[in-house]
């Protein structure tokens, strides 16, 4: 016996799959083909639907080093040679960027899982920097940047003491 059969007000109702509720819901259909533009407009620009990370959002993919003296910035860039990237640096951003090319055409490709194009990753720095001393070097595919920082940025580390409860002088 099925479980509708024991309600009375339906059991003499005309019952039709969920499905087709769906499709005569307006507000279904407006649902599907919402959910359907914002995955063809995700899907236009590279990036995963919402919800999952797209891993080209932040390629390349960086290291900071921050010491007393400088601060170093690391640049996985692999099949990438030096004339292939660029390095800017201006307003406190570092702005690594260039293009990665195929090396065969389209037609010949049955698969890939390899990313070509352009590229950019800014990098805002939190330091004031010497611009006229950075440093970058290219080898096995890693892009170095050694940014010096300025003098009058370097912090003084100054203790503080701490007051127990009780200790505190009365005026």
Not at 92 to 97: C, D, F, S, Y
Not at 115 to 123: A, L, P, Q
């Amino acid at each position: 016996m099925n479980m509708r059969d024991l309600i009375p007000w339906g059991r003499n109702q005309q019952t039709t799959p969920s499905r087709y509720r769906d499709e005569a819901d307006p507000f279904m259909t407006l649902h599907r083909e919402m959910n359907r533009l914002f995955d063809d407009v995700f899907r236009g620009f590279d990036m995963a639907p919402l919800g999952s990370m797209n891993r080209m959002a932040t390629w390349p993919h960086v290291e900071v080093v921050d010491n007393d003296k400088d601060v170093r910035i690391s640049a996985e860039l692999p099949g990438l040679e030096d004339k292939d990237v660029e390095v800017l640096m201006g307003d406190g951003v570092l702005t690594i960027r260039g293009e990665k090319k195929s090396a065969i055409d389209d037609k010949e490709r049955a698969f890939s899982e390899r990313h070509y194009g352009r590229f950019e990753r800014r990098i805002p720095l939190a330091w004031e920097v010497e611009e006229d001393k950075i440093d970058a070097s290219f080898r096995n595919g890693v892009l170095t940047v050694t940014l010096p920082k300025a003098a009058e940025t370097r912090p003084e580390v100054k203790r503080i003491a701490i007051n127990r409860a009780g200790d505190e002088t009365k005026h």
